[in-house]
């Protein structure tokens, strides 16, 4: 994964733009008794560009930063597994390098427009890491409940009746259900792109977030039939 201080000399170098000191990037306008407003309109095209584009290079650090930040939390977790960590590193990989050519497009942009896209584009981005973290984090939760309460079911318990030997069935099932649903949940937003649109991120959010509903219902449900399958 290329780490952030590689990434900030990309952004350092990105432009002859002085980014590391936004102060000597930015030069204030001469004293003048116009408006502020005015003065930034009626500055040299190329030095408002370049103010915008410094501005935009700060936002893909800032991103860049958040990724790195999350990815870190991620690794720290007690609650995801190692599959889980070793997916969302490869997803935190491929969010870094489209980060990277966000400041490549900084570069070459010329125009106002094309800076900010990058700045919408960093910041979606690292929504998308963070998204990312969030299901899966709560999927994994889930997934640990499924688990003891297969254990739990398995547990002997003395002679059962055919009331618990049922529940005991529908638990098993409702498992089965609760953790496709859970696995549906993390693929929705491991499939998003690293340079996500914002439709790309609501359909992930609102696709992943149905999964996770269906597999506490699951749950739920599969802690009333181990109460029966205890009880009988």
């Keep these: 994964m290329p780490s952030t201080r ?17 102060s ?25 560009l370049a103010g915008h584009s410094a501005g935009a290079l700060r936002a893909v650090a800032a991103a860049a930063a958040a990724v790195t930040r999350v990815g870190a939390q991620e690794e720290a977790s007690g609650v995801l597994s190692a599959d889980d960590k070793a997916a969302a590193a490869a997803f935190n990989t491929a969010a870094l390098a489209a980060l990277a ?10 125009e106002a427009s094309a800076a900010a896209r990058v700045v919408r584009s960093a ?6 890491v963070r998204t990312v973290r969030q299901v899966l984090t709560a999927a994994a939760r889930l997934s640990a409940r499924a688990t ?63 999964a996770l509903r269906v597999a506490g219902t699951a749950l739920a449900s599969a802690t009333a039939d181990l109460e029966v399958v205890r009880g009988s």
């Design 6 to 22: 590689v990434l900030a000399l990309a952004l350092a170098g990105a432009t002859g733009l002085a980014v590391l000191s936004p």
């Design 24 to 48: 000597t990037a930015l030069a204030a306008p001469p004293a003048t008794t116009s408006h502020p407003f005015q003065v930034h309109q009626h500055a040299p095209r190329g030095q408002r």
């Design 101 to 110: 050519a966000d400041v490549t497009a900084v570069s070459t942009a010329t």
């Design 123 to 128: 910041k979606r981005t690292a929504q998308g």
């Design 148 to 210: 003891v309460l297969t254990t739990a079911a398995a547990a002997p318990v003395g002679d059962v009746t055919a009331a618990g030997t049922a529940a005991r069935g529908d638990l098993t099932t409702a498992v089965g259900v609760a953790r496709t649903a859970i696995a549906a949940a993390d693929a929705a937003v491991l499939a998003v792109p690293a340079a996500p649109t914002d439709a790309d991120l609501r359909s992930a959010r609102a696709a992943a977030h149905t």
